[in-house]
């Protein structure tokens, strides 16, 4: 988790007793997050991200390949959030991830 800081959109990452790591998000602010996998074992990231009032699901899955590896993030819209919101969203993510 700690290596989230470098490309500056997490700040102030702090873990709690609980599994839940706490931040600072450049785009939504206070946050926080939990991984639900086991990520060493498998690859498997997928995490429960809070941000504003909104909790996330957020399936993620690295598989290995000729080259290294291959990153493959799913989102599921929230409930209670506009499908506008939601593609801003995943806007912000496209440019977040970069």
């Known amino acids: 988790m ?3 800081e470098v490309g500056d959109e997490i700040r102030a990452l ?3 007793s609980n599994g839940w790591w706490t931040f600072d998000h450049a785009i939504a602010g ?3 997050m939990r ?3 086991s990520v ?3 690859g498997i ?6 941000d504003g009032g909104v909790t996330w699901n957020v399936y993620v899955r690295t598989v290995p390949n000729k080259e290294g590896s291959t990153t ?7 409930d209670g959030l506009t499908d506008t919101l ?4 995943m806007i912000s993510f496209d440019t977040e991830d970069r």
């Open 2 to 4: 700690k290596s989230l």
């Open 45 to 50: 990231l997928n995490h429960i991200f809070v």
């Open 86 to 89: 939601f593609e801003e969203q």
């Open 40 to 42: 060493e074992k498998y």
């Open 30 to 32: 206070k946050s926080m």
């Open 35 to 37: 991984y639900t996998n």
């Open 14 to 16: 702090q873990e709690s």
């Open 72 to 78: 493959t993030w799913v989102f599921v819209k929230p």
